[in-house]
C-alpha cells in the first residue's frame, strides 16, 4: 500500500513537471512586457485578498493563477511580484527530489511569459519555510540555486 502511495506520489510530480514544460513550450499565455506595475495598490476595501496574493500586476496574477491550476494539487499557492519573482508553496505530496526538477520548470515557463529580464522563482515548503531560491540570471542563460 506504501509503494502504491509512493509511486503515485512521485507520477503526479513527473505529469506536473511535464504539464509546465509542455504547456509553457507550447504558446502558454504570452504577457506584454510594457505590463509592469506602476505602484503599489493601496490594501483596503476596494483591492480584493486573492489579487493582492496571488500577483501585485494583472499580469501577475493571471500566472500566479494559472501555476495554482496546472499543478494538479502539488501547488497550493503561488505569488508574482513585479512580474519578476515568482513564490510558490508546494504541497507534502512533492518529493525532496523533486523540488529542484520543479523549480527549473517553473523557471522555464515563468521566463516564457515575462522574458528579458532577470527572474527569481522561491519555493516552500507547506509550513511555508523557504527551501529553494532558483535565480535566472539573462545575461548568462544561467540557473543559480541556492
Known amino acids: 500500500m506504501i509503494l502504491l502511495q509512493q509511486s503515485r506520489k512521485i507520477l503526479m510530480t513527473g505529469i506536473l513537471i511535464l504539464v509546465l514544460t509542455i504547456t509553457t513550450a507550447c504558446g502558454g499565455s504570452n504577457v506584454a512586457q510594457l505590463d509592469r506595475p506602476t505602484s503599489a495598490p493601496a490594501i483596503g476595501r476596494d483591492v480584493a485578498y486573492a489579487q493582492l496574493e496571488r500577483g501585485n500586476t494583472p499580469s501577475g496574477q493571471s500566472f500566479g493563477n494559472w ?67 532558483a535565480k535566472y540570471d539573462t545575461q548568462t542563460s544561467q540557473v543559480q540555486y541556492t
Not at 92 to 115: C, H, I, T, W, Y
Open 67 to 133: 501555476v495554482v491550476q496546472t499543478s494538479q494539487g502539488l501547488i497550493k499557492d503561488a505569488y508574482v511580484r513585479d512580474n519578476n519573482k515568482l513564490g510558490v508553496v508546494i504541497s507534502s505530496e512533492v518529493r525532496p527530489n523533486d523540488v529542484r526538477p520543479l523549480a527549473k520548470s517553473l523557471v522555464q515557463g515563468f521566463r516564457k511569459n515575462f522574458p528579458n529580464q532577470d527572474l527569481t522563482v522561491l519555493i516552500y515548503a507547506p509550513d511555508k519555510k523557504l527551501i529553494v531560491t
